[in-house]
């Protein structure tokens, strides 16, 4: 015990962050599963295990964009939508694959398409700066929701149609097709094989993966570009190249989650306020309420911001009115100056040990 | 920073733990009433959703307040099988994730019967849970033939499909030669729904459709290009399978561009004349196909709009009507089951399942009963009636 | 070609609506520096405003736009006090926005439990109808609109050249610190900026609803959005810019929805702003800044 305490204080800042991290998400992976498997968790916390996976992830992937790479986007839900209708879409033609190995080919399928949106469209984008860069993210997850709204998909004998139009313009034979993409219906019978566990591991991999990219040489030159992209220029920093990769690696993730979304209900469907700027606008307030660059708190931020409305569920018509003023009012809180200086003062560990307010950085 | 963190930190573990105890103690004072059999305390828990916040809300309320209603005049008149009912009610925002938290919640306070949801998305999601817990769905206004795919879902509505052909009968018998223009809203599966099958419809019956425009529920503000195109194409006849809200909005803009073309609607359409300050003088000669009519005069549709005023101080629609015979239906298929709230959730599905077909509501959605056959199962067997609005108030014009 | 024009003239009416809106977008966002996500909703309460009193109490119109003019305003200065100015000097602008986001809601919210979530018709407030050039017929809101927002350009552009709170508001988007050593109440001139940013929101919420009538607590949402693209079209912060912008973007969607896809209409106006950005990265008016080392 006393050699790991040794340890524990002897390991740098980074690594021990780290380790409280992964730690902390472990404990609660392994008390939320041992609730669910002992069936003590009421059914709207059940429900709400793989959300909540799927909003931190989220919440991760938009951070290493915010946070680290210092760019602001509000088109996430784009990359989330364009993973879960193609991991979805590739479940509906296969069903007859074993579900676990389907599932974990949709996720990376997921992926790895939202990889490559996410590729092709950092490439112009990110050129711009600041709010330019923020309303053309903004722009391209509303051209993702529009389009996938009207894209009709369907099968038959003769092969694939697609339209964007409408069902009766994909020329399908009417008996034998199969539609699997139906416009504003979207995908209907996705095999609904998202678990907490499969979840929870699709996390901890975006999170080894992010914290290792931060930690790294990549990671370091990431920020340079973030704090100082003039300075890292002229250091020889490749810019593009930087911000690219953080870009595409953001995109992949928010893929994954996307996959895990579209996995774990019967129907995918992308209305205005799904996967438009809306939710982009959600993720975006995880990361800011968690600190902007703090992994830990923008997993920990998604976990609270989603189970507010919901817990505030018994006040009914109240329920977004309260949620709106606990937002702001937590914003006040958090990001105030003022109120930043009086909880310096009055921490509790001051209180405690009657130390100065300096925090041990 | 830290501290703010740990404040967030704490306010995390605090919520989590806030869940699971509210979750326990749902399910204790579920328990608890279970246990408190013997006494008088045993009711019927039936719970309804719909979207109560955002976009839709207009439609959410109305399901929620019309079986609001029914409940109280049910409890009012000795419950069903002797028994009460709890009513209660969830947000689903029109979503389908926050449908199944609110499915979820509501099972946690007990949900015995769960009649929902109102919009179709949220309805399909919902109805895959349904289904495991082996629990009884009545969707008031779900359309989707998805919706009642499960032998345990059962629909009030018309489904879309019939919705669409039927229109295209009724305008090929009475119009046959109307040049027709269709305006839909391409972001809801409800409004596509109907309009792809009227387009195969129509072109099955030889109808002289010139133009079929879309608009999302993003672009719904201004709806003048896709009026001009209908009135460049010469249309004569428009078709509008959306919402009486929108609808509202292309009556007023096609008058201010002078056009003045005939216009037939769903039963999405009705609520337009309770629109509050719409001039429903533009709505004259509208037709719509729909089971409900607010100014009916017959005992039943005038009491209810009557409460349904006091109670919430505005005109029921088909959505708040279709809730309100949904709610009948449970209970006259509790009747027939006779059984009593003790039953598992199951058995009161097994049972219902079955009493469904059995079945007749003289309701406010006219004469229904359910199709039994394995084609249909689950829709309402009723007929829309066709209905032209003048002097702002409608009028059959069924043969 | 009877056709193309008409489509020009509804192209025209949107965009003035745009521009109306954007104008405050950009105002606000130029001195203030910040993305009041809120706009769309102060236009949704301006126009809940002016129903109320026009429509249900049966008040004259222009006691309505007074009424939503006020009441606006006060909820503009409000809003910026309690929600926005404790975190002017937050560590990172991004603070700002999300109470921004924090204060849609609760307008959006507030507004359903108020009014209902029932849509209500909003009867134009402008008295005369169409005007007929030959086939063409021009609504009257789209004139008022244009006049309005005409009128609305070259007042802000006197105000803020000409009068000394307006040099105030131009040295505070410069340099904030260095606008207070010269003895500007920074404050002072930001809520100004919020109280005439509303006041307009509450015109443009009017008009809004005059030109597509229907009415219900999500109404500003999507228009305050594209307004927002108009102004960066048109380069954010530049009021002029924001008109042009609005204007542009207005006819570009009509006519893609006439000529495109009805269904995606939303796409292409998007596609066009990205490819204007691409190609001047500060929209149509906006100014370049070289950044310094």
């Known amino acids: 015990m006393g050699r790991i305490k040794t340890y524990f204080s002897t390991m740098d800042r980074t690594s021990r962050d780290d380790f409280i991290t992964y730690g902390g998400l472990l404990v609660v992976f392994i008390v939320m599963q041992g609730l669910l498997s002992a069936g003590m968790l009421s059914n709207q916390m059940r429900g709400l295990l793989v959300p909540l996976c799927v909003y931190a992830i989220m919440a991760i992937a938009l951070n290493l964009v915010v946070g680290t790479l210092g760019e602001l986007s509000i088109g996430h839900a784009g990359f989330m939508c364009v993973g879960a209708f193609s991991s979805a879409f590739f479940s509906k033609i296969n069903p007859d694959m074993p579900d676990l190995p389907r599932f974990i080919i949709a996720i990376i399928i997921g992926g790895v398409v939202a990889g490559i949106f996410g590729f092709l469209i950092g490439i112009p984008v990110l050129r711009l700066n600041g709010d330019y860069l923020a309303i053309v993210t903004l722009a391209f997850g509303e051209i993702i929701k529009n389009i996938i709204n009207a894209l009709y998909v369907g099968v038959d004998e003769k092969g694939y149609h697609f339209s964007l139009s409408s069902v009766n313009d994909m020329g399908m034979d009417p008996l034998n097709g199969n539609i699997i993409i139906n416009g504003p219906q979207g995908v209907t019978g996705t095999p609904r094989s998202a678990t907490f566990a499969i979840s929870m591991v699709v996390l901890f991999i975006s999170l080894i993966v992010i914290l290792n990219l931060t930690h790294s040489r990549d990671g370091r030159a990431i920020m340079a570009v973030r704090d100082n992209y003039i300075a890292a220029e002229s250091v020889g920093i490749n810019i593009t190249r930087y911000k690219l990769t953080a870009f595409t690696i953001s995109a992949v993730i928010s893929g994954f989650a996307g996959a895990l979304y579209a996995h774990n209900l019967a129907t995918l469907v992308a209305t205005p306020a799904r996967f438009g700027y809306n939710m982009s606008i959600m993720f975006l307030v995880f990361v800011v309420l968690g600190g902007i660059g703090s992994t830990r708190g923008a997993i920990v931020a998604s976990v609270v911001l989603t189970l507010i409305p919901e817990l505030l569920r018994p006040i009914q018509s109240y329920r977004m009115l309260i949620y709106a003023i606990v937002l702001i009012v937590i914003m006040l809180v958090n990001w105030s100056p003022k109120s930043r200086a009086f909880m310096e003062t009055h921490s509790l560990k001051r209180f405690l040990f009657k130390k100065g307010g300096k925090e041990d950085k | 920073m830290k501290n703010a963190k740990r404040l967030l930190a704490l306010a995390a573990a605090g919520l989590m733990a806030v869940g699971m105890l509210a979750g326990c103690g749902g399910s204790s004072s579920s328990g608890a009433s279970a246990e408190g059999a013997s006494s008088d305390e045993l009711v019927w828990v039936i719970g309804c959703s719909g979207p109560l916040t955002g976009d839709a809300a207009a439609y959410g309320n109305d399901v929620v307040h019309g079986a609001e209603l029914a409940a109280k005049e049910i409890n009012e008149a000795g419950g069903i099988n002797g028994y009460q009912i709890k009513y209660i009610y969830g947000d689903d925002e029109h979503d389908t994730e926050k449908a199944i938290n609110a499915y979820n919640t509501m099972k946690d306070d007990g949900m015995q019967i769960f009649l929902g949801c109102t919009t179709t998305a949220p309805t399909v999601a919902v109805a895959a849970e349904t289904l495991n817990d082996n629990m009884f769905q009545l969707t008031p206004s779900g359309s989707a033939l998805d919706c009642i795919a499960n032998d345990n879902c059962f629909a009030v509505c018309f489904n879309d499909p019939q919705q669409g052909a039927k229109s295209a009968e009724y305008i090929s018998t009475h119009f046959p030669d109307a040049v027709i223009a269709t305006i839909y809203d391409s972001s809801t599966a409800y409004s596509a729904g109907i309009e792809a099958t009227f387009e195969a419809e129509a072109a099955n019956l030889g109808l002289k459709v010139v133009s079929t425009e879309a608009f999302t529920g993003d672009t719904k503000t201004d709806l003048s290009a896709q009026i001009q195109k209908a009135k460049d194409a010469g249309a004569d006849l428009v078709f509008l399978p959306i919402y009486y809200d929108t609808a509202a909005t292309i009556l007023t803009q096609a008058n201010n561009m002078g056009y003045a073309p005939a216009f037939f609607g769903c039963d999405g359409m009705d609520g337009i004349l309770g629109v509050e300050n719409f001039d429903t003088s533009l709505a004259e000669g509208l037709m719509l196909l729909t089971p409900f009519a607010a100014d009916a005069t017959d005992d039943l549709t005038v009491n209810f709009v009557k409460n349904f005023q006091e109670a919430y101080g505005k005109i029921p629609n088909q959505f708040g009507a279709d809730a309100y015979d949904g709610m009948y239906a449970i209970k006259a298929a509790l009747e027939d089951a006779k059984i009593t709230p003790e039953a598992s959730v199951s058995d009161i599905c097994e049972a219902l399942k079955t009493s469904m077909f059995n079945i007749t509501i003289e309701g406010l959605t006219g004469t229904v009963t359910w199709k039994a056959d394995a084609e249909n199962l689950g829709e309402p067997d009723k007929t829309p009636k066709a209905v032209r609005i003048e002097n702002g108030a409608y009028v059959s014009i069924e043969d | ?293």
């Open chain 3, 1 to 293: 070609m009877v056709s193309f024009f008409t489509n020009l003239i509804n192209g025209l009416s949107l965009g003035s609506i745009y521009a109306i809106i954007a104008i405050g977008y950009t105002m606000v966002y130029g001195i203030a520096k910040m993305l009041n996500f809120a706009h769309g909703d102060i236009i949704m309460v301006g126009a809940f405003i002016a129903y109320t009193v026009i429509s249900t109490f049966k008040l004259p119109v222009w006691l309505g736009i007074v009424a939503a003019v006020i009441v606006c305003t006060c909820l503009g200065v409000a809003i910026e006090k309690i929600a926005y100015k404790p975190l002017r000097k937050a560590s990172s602008p991004l603070a700002v926005l999300i109470t921004a986001i924090g204060v849609s809601y609760f307008l959006q919210n507030s507004a359903l439990l108020i009014f209902g979530s029932d849509p209500k018709m909003f009867s134009s407030v402008v008295p005369f109808g169409n005007l007929t050039i030959g086939p063409l017929q021009i609504p009257g809101t789209t004139i008022v609109s244009i006049v309005v927002s005409l009128v609305l350009v070259g007042a802000l552009q006197l105000f803020i050249n000409k009068t000394k709170p307006g040099q105030a508001m131009l040295a505070c988007a410069q340099d904030r610190d260095a606008a207070s050593l010269m003895g500007i109440s920074v404050n002072g001139t930001i809520t100004l900026t919020f109280a005439i940013g509303s006041a307009m929101a509450a015109i443009a919420g009017v008009l809004l609803c005059s030109a597509y009538p229907t009415l219900s607590p999500t109404t500003g949402a999507m228009p305050g959005i594209k307004a927002f693209v108009a102004a960066v079209f048109g380069g954010i912060g530049s009021i002029p810019g924001a008109m042009i912008g609005g204007l542009l973007l207005g006819i570009i969607e009509i006519l893609s929805r006439s000529y495109i896809s009805s269904q995606l209409s939303d796409a292409i106006v998007f596609s066009v702003l990205i490819l204007v950005l691409l190609v001047r990265p500060t929209g149509i008016m906006g100014k370049v800044i070289q950044e310094k080392v």
